[in-house]
């Protein structure tokens, strides 16, 4: 069916939103976002609508500390060029102090959504977007799983 090749989300909307990467529609996690953070990085073992496994090796999620730390210093980077712009940065005053406050409180208020992000991202980068998602299932990665080793990490 052709209606069905076409991606309802970009690429960049999917990693944002934190969807499967393989069929663009079903959630990674199992809750949404919100401010008192219950179990906000609980995943769903599998995509609720292709059925593509979300930790697709042992400890696969491991990268994904190199990845938010990416992030938090592309973050910083870019908080430091905005403060520049618009503050300005001096050796006469505190202003430089300031950034760092601000940008460490910028940072931890954003690592909620970070954590989940890089995941997404990270994924995404293993997992291809498969058109013929509907028909065809995604591939085995049961002998790559070994759930006594999950934790070893
Ligand atoms: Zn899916």
Do not use: H
Not at 23 to 36: N, V
Not at 53 to 62: D, K, L, M, R, S
Not at 89 to 102: A, H, P, T
């Amino acid at each position: 069916m052709e209606n069905n090749k076409k991606a309802r989300r970009s690429y960049l909307g999917t990693v944002l939103g934190c969807y499967c990467p393989r069929c663009r529609e079903g959630k990674l996690f199992e809750k949404p976002l919100t401010l008192k953070l219950s179990g906000f990085m609980k995943m769903n073992k599998a995509c609720p609508v292709c059925g593509q496994p979300t930790e697709i090796e042992v400890g696969f999620f491991y990268g994904t500390s190199y990845v938010s730390y990416m992030l938090a210093v592309a973050l910083s980077v870019a908080s430091a060029v905005a403060w520049w712009v618009l503050i300005g940065f001096s050796l006469q005053d505190n202003r430089f102090v300031y950034w760092i406050i601000f940008n460490a409180i910028l940072l931890v208020v954003l690592q909620p959504w970070l954590m989940r992000f890089s995941r997404s991202l990270w994924l995404s980068w293993f997992v291809k977007y498969d058109p013929n998602w509907r028909t065809r299932g995604p591939r085995d990665v049961s002998e790559r799983i070994n759930e006594d080793q999950g934790n070893n990490w």
